[in-house]
């Protein structure tokens, strides 16, 4: 089925900058090798390096309402990530928050034949941390078919890096209780097990996905946001999000008011 990638790239492009206009729904849409490559090339745009891998779909409940086989990707760059307690604009029609254990690289992965397993990745790590994940579309609705949501870089917009939890990988952090709080409203709650049944199984999943599919690894100081242990929170401007971990608050972002 034919599909004008070149148009659906312009148009997703367009949609990042001011005012954030989304981008209208192609039909027919790409397939999933050419959302992906449209994804890739919207990110080589900017020259810059990928700093925190986004996982999508990473509970199967999400992947049965999407049809997919397998988690997605997202792609953010340096500039895409925030302190603990940031002041976060609000930009788009629609925003929303997720609770999310992050990994951080502590050496490159080394490129090898065979899969990757827990114990390469866990020797290659140097954090853990909590953190939020601030999703948004580039289309005129969030409501997007499989193909359009990788194409939209899984909706991944910016990463609030939180309290560090520990400096390597441990099992406790397979099943341990998360909870978010939009302002003063009840918290949602869910756990680090809603991800891949464990967090660091998503973790290699994407490890073996980018050999696989990209012909890279993962590099030394690149953050992985594992995918959502609360499901997914609509915010609006002025909101205040808090997520607790094991019964700590541990990250905390605040959404800025802004005409759109």
């Known amino acids: 089925m034919h599909h004008d990638v070149a148009e659906l790239e312009r148009q997703l492009l ?5 005012p954030y206009e ?13 959302a992906y490559a449209i994804q890739r090339k919207i990110a080589a745009c900017g020259n810059l390096p990928v700093m925190v891998w986004k996982l999508g779909l990473t509970g199967r409940e999400a992947r049965d309402a999407f049809g997919a086989d397998e988690p997605t ?4 760059v340096a500039s895409a990530i925030y302190c603990d307690r940031s002041d976060v604009d609000f930009v788009g029609a629609e925003m929303f928050a997720e609770a999310e254990l992050i990994f951080e690289m502590g050496d490159d992965l080394p490129m090898q034949d065979r899969p990757y397993t827990r114990d390469d990745l866990c020797g290659a790590l140097k954090g853990v941390y909590a953190g939020i994940e601030i999703v948004r579309t580039r289309f005129e609705t969030s409501e997007l078919p499989l193909a359009l949501l990788i194409a939209d870089n899984s ?13 390597g990988w441990d099992d406790r952090f397979a099943d341990l209780p998360v909870s978010l709080t939009r302002n003063d409203e009840a918290p949602v709650n869910g756990s680090t097990a809603r991800v891949m049944g464990n967090p660091l199984d998503a973790l290699v999943w994407l490890a073996n996905w980018l050999r696989e599919n990209e012909g890279s690894s993962l590099r030394r100081e690149q953050l992985i946001a594992a995918g959502t242990c609360t499901g997914v929170t609509e915010i609006q401007a002025g909101d205040t999000i808090r997520v607790t971990i094991d019964g700590i608050e541990s990250a905390r972002v605040t959404l800025r008011g802004q005409n759109v």
């Open 22 to 34: 989304g981008a209208p729904l192609p039909r027919p849409g790409p397939t999933l090798a050419q």
């Open 155 to 167: 909706m991944a917009h910016g990463l609030l890096l939180g309290r560090k939890l520990a400096g």
């Open 14 to 18: 367009k949609a990042a900058a001011a």
């Open 73 to 76: 990707i997202g792609r953010l």
